[in-house]
Nanobody
Framework: QVQLVESGGGLVQAGGSLRLSCTIS????????MAWYRQAPGKQRELVAR???????NYVGSENSRFTNTIDNAKNTVDLQMNSLKPEDTAAYYC??????????WGQGTQVTVSS
């Protein structure tokens, strides 16, 4: 069993920043990739960014210009630095880890609310 605990969400004004953190109960090297997803009310959950234990990152859409995904293999944490936040970034953000041939694990989510 793998536990993922997200933290760092909150309420911020448009243009502000938040840093989300995901603490993983196992070594990051045990997984092929760690990812951040988000789900806004009434919408499907969508991928925001993905990172490997080697630090290779992928972002969806234009988020790479505002978001930075980092990993600390020594602490087994994955962070998502979000800058220049927009009201449309408002969502519950979820940490996800996956390895080949196994079901992914999800955190409980952390709420990000961006006011205009």
């Amino acid at each position: 069993q793998v536990q993922l605990v997200e933290s760092g969400g909150g309420l911020v004004q448009a243009g502000g920043s938040l840093r989300l953190s995901c603490t993983i109960s196992r070594r990051t090297f045990d997984f092929n990739a760690m990812a951040w997803y988000r789900q806004a009310p009434g919408k499907q959950r969508e991928l925001v960014a993905r990172i490997t234990s080697g630090g290779i990152t992928n972002y969806v859409g234009s988020e790479n210009s505002r978001f930075t995904n980092t990993i600390d293999n020594a602490k087994n944490t994955v962070d998502l630095q979000m800058n220049s936040l927009k009201p449309e970034d408002t969502a519950a953000y979820y940490c996800n880890v996956a390895s080949l041939g196994n079901n992914p694990y999800w955190g409980q989510g952390t709420q990000v609310t961006v006011s205009s």
